[in-house]
Nanobody, 119 residues
Framework: QVQLVESGGGLVQAGGSLRLSCAAS????????MGWFRQAPGKEREFATF???????YYADSVKGRFTISRDNAKNTVYLQMTSLKPEDTAVYYC?????????????WGQGTQVTVSS
């Protein structure tokens, strides 16, 4: 069992930056693919980015060039650095972990953290 706890959300002006963190329990964190999803009001949850256990990354077009995912296996933590934020980035951001499944159907979810970008 893996528990994921996100933090770092908040209110920021357009053009600003935020860094989200996701702390994971368990000793096998380094073997998981970790990802970030987001859900805007009235919309379905959407994939944003993932980082594999080898460190490979992938980004959705909507965040490519503005968001950076990273992981610190010693701290069991994955990060999402968000820059050049836009009002359309406003959403609840969820951390996810996948071991044997695709990151698009992860094994575990965090509870989410709210990010609000004002214009």
């Amino acid at each position: 069992q893996v528990q994921l706890v996100e933090s770092g959300g908040g209110l920021v002006q357009a053009g600003g930056s935020l860094r989200l963190s996701c702390a994971a329990s368990g000793r096998t964190f380094r073997t998981y693919t970790m990802g970030w999803f987001r859900q805007a009001p009235g919309k379905e949850r959407e994939f944003a980015t993932f980082i594999s256990w080898t460190g490979s990354t992938y980004y959705a077009d909507s965040v490519k060039g503005r968001f950076t995912i990273s992981r610190d296996n010693a701290k069991n933590t994955v990060y999402l650095q968000m820059t050049s934020l836009k009002p359309e980035d406003t959403a609840v951001y969820y951390c996810a972990a996948a071991y044997s499944s695709s990151i698009l159907t992860p094994d575990y979810w965090g509870q989410g953290t709210q990010v609000t970008v004002s214009s």
